[in-house]
């Protein structure tokens, strides 16, 4: 089990640029969600999913976009970047239903756009 | 929207004592309650979950406890070691939606 799996680690955009986050997991979780973390800040929720096909917003969701074709992806893009993003993203999952287990997250990516 | 509050002062306790952070939160009661850990650089890591229909979980040396009605879970470290510095998060879950509060550092002295 490789738990988590963010890709890239590191990126640094220039603005305007557009790329997509990876986020791959293979515990055949339902949920899945993405964050973003500022310096000194909590988490905050930009989209997430409860399984394939079906997406919703978090918190802070305009300028990016995700989808959620298979139950073991969810990507999130950045369509036209802008400094504002410069941010640590992370990716989490869990399973559905009742739980004795909260979420698994992912080792992050650091993100600058200049 | 549900707003999430933890003490965002530092949290500095001695070695041996016990740790006591708070969450607040404004709305709606979630399934679950979660306390999550964050090392600088790491992802957060997953400790307790309490479910809206609990009042206590504990799990080694930490406990938390879950009060729908006044909306708060207080989140116990006891007998604390250095080794449990961190920051601490408070997360809801309502059924695939993880909000989370913006933590409480806890720095724990020999």
């Known amino acids: 089990n490789a738990g988590v799996t963010q890709t890239p680690k590191f990126q640094v955009l220039k603005t305007g640029q557009s790329m997509t986050l990876q986020c791959a997991q293979d515990m055949n979780h339902e949920y899945m969600s993405w964050y973003r973390q500022d310096p000194g800040m909590g988490l905050r929720l930009i989209h997430y999913s409860v399984g394939a096909g079906i997406t919703d917003q978090g918190e802070v969701p305009n300028g990016y976009n995700v989808s959620r074709s298979t139950t073991e992806d969810f990507p999130l893009r950045l369509l036209s970047a802008a400094p504002s993003q410069t941010s640590v993203y992370f990716c989490?999952?869990?399973?559905?239903?009742?739980?004795?287990?909260?979420?698994?997250f992912g080792s992050g990516t650091r993100l600058t756009v200049v | 929207s549900q707003k999430i509050e933890q003490n965002s002062e530092a949290l500095n306790i001695q070695e041996g004592k016990t740790a006591t952070l708070t969450c607040n939160y404004t709305n709606y009661s979630p399934a679950y309650l979660q306390w999550y850990r964050q090392d600088p650089g790491r992802g957060p890591v997953f400790l307790l979950l309490i479910r809206e229909n609990e009042k206590e979980k504990r799990k080694e040396r930490l406990k938390v406890t879950f009060d729908t009605t006044l909306k708060q879970s207080l989140f116990h470290i006891t007998a604390s070691q250095p080794a449990d510095s961190a920051t601490y998060l408070c997360?809801?879950?309502?059924?695939?939606?993880?909000?989370f509060g913006s933590g409480t550092q806890v720095v724990v002295t020999p």
């Open positions: 997360a809801l879950d309502s059924w695939g939606k993880l909000q």
């Open positions: 989490a999952s869990r399973l559905s239903g009742e739980i004795n287990y909260g979420y698994t």
